[in-house]
């Protein structure tokens, strides 16, 4: 199982992106599909959460900007980014909780992450 990231570049501030987290390999089931973040020297911190039923959950820091949503056929997440900050600039992380296998061999559920991609918004 691999989860492979894009969408990250350089914004203004103010400006909008949108991220893409594919999930590829031999899965029977994706569980949560979340988005974290990390600047370098800081601890990686939550974004964003989206649920099997499409509940979702947010830091308080991207409420009302950021919009985490998911494509469950194509195994997708995506996180659109709007009134970019520059305080919003770190390596994008996406995480989900990924049973391999099939239905007749499920594996256990696990974490796996992403590579990051990297979002820089310039003041």
């Known amino acids: 199982v691999q989860l492979v990231e894009s969408g990250g570049g350089l914004v203004q501030s103010g400006g909008s992106l949108r991220l893409s987290c594919v999930v590829f390999g031999n899965i029977f089931d994706i569980n949560s599909m979340d988005w974290y973040r990390q600047i370098p020297g800081k601890e990686r911190e939550f974004v964003a959460q989206i649920g099997r039923g499409g509940i979702t959950n947010y830091a308080d820091s991207v409420k009302d900007r950021f919009t985490i949503s998911r494509d469950y056929a194509k195994n997708t997440a995506y996180l659109e980014m709007n009134s970019l900050k520059a305080e919003d600039t770190a390596v994008y992380y996406c995480?989900?909780?990924?049973?391999?296998?099939?239905?007749?061999?499920?594996?256990?559920?696990?974490?796996?992450w992403g590579q990051g991609t990297l979002v820089t918004v310039s003041s």
């Open positions: 995480h989900a909780k990924v049973a391999a296998g099939t239905i007749e061999n499920p594996q256990n559920t696990v974490d796996e």
